[in-house]
């Protein structure tokens, strides 16, 4: 059974950085790198967006337009573990975070892509800027 594993969230002052990461196991038949890895964020009340999304090899990222130039995400598949750089934090980016794994079939193109075909996802770490 896939498990995801989000960490390093807390609470930061506004301006400050963040690294989180996820860690995948259990692809029963899988290999990391055969999957499109994505962070969403949630907060109460509104719908879960997705932030960044990267492609099964890495050589692909697409990111919400809120946060381009701020946050970065990138994988290593060696470690089977997904990350997401964020810098210069505003109190906006308060939410929980989510690292979620795209299905093989959506994941084949090597394209990223945070629209659809995400098939499991983490408990969640939640992010809190202060102003």
């Known amino acids: 059974q896939v498990q995801l594993v989000e960490s390093g969230g807390g609470l930061v002052q506004a301006g400050g950085s963040l690294r989180l990461p996820c860690t995948v196991s259990?692809?029963?038949?899988?290999?990391?790198?055969?999957?499109?890895m994505g962070w969403f964020r949630q907060t109460p009340g509104k719908k879960r967006e997705g932030v960044s999304c990267?492609?099964?090899?890495?050589?692909?990222?697409v990111s919400a337009d809120s946060v381009k130039g701020r946050f970065t995400i990138s994988r290593d598949n060696a470690k089977n573990t997904l990350y997401l750089q964020m810098g210069s934090l505003k109190p906006e980016d308060t939410a929980m975070y989510y690292c979620?794994?795209?299905?093989?079939?959506?994941?084949?193109?090597?394209?990223?892509?945070?629209?659809?075909?995400?098939?499991?996802w983490g408990q969640g770490t939640q992010v809190t800027v202060s102003s």
């Open positions: 979620a794994a795209r299905s093989r079939s959506f994941s084949s193109s090597d394209r990223a892509s945070c629209d659809g075909g995400y098939v499991a």
């Open positions: 259990g692809l029963s038949g899988l290999t990391f790198d055969d999957v499109g």
């Open positions: 990267i492609s099964r090899s890495g050589g692909s990222r």
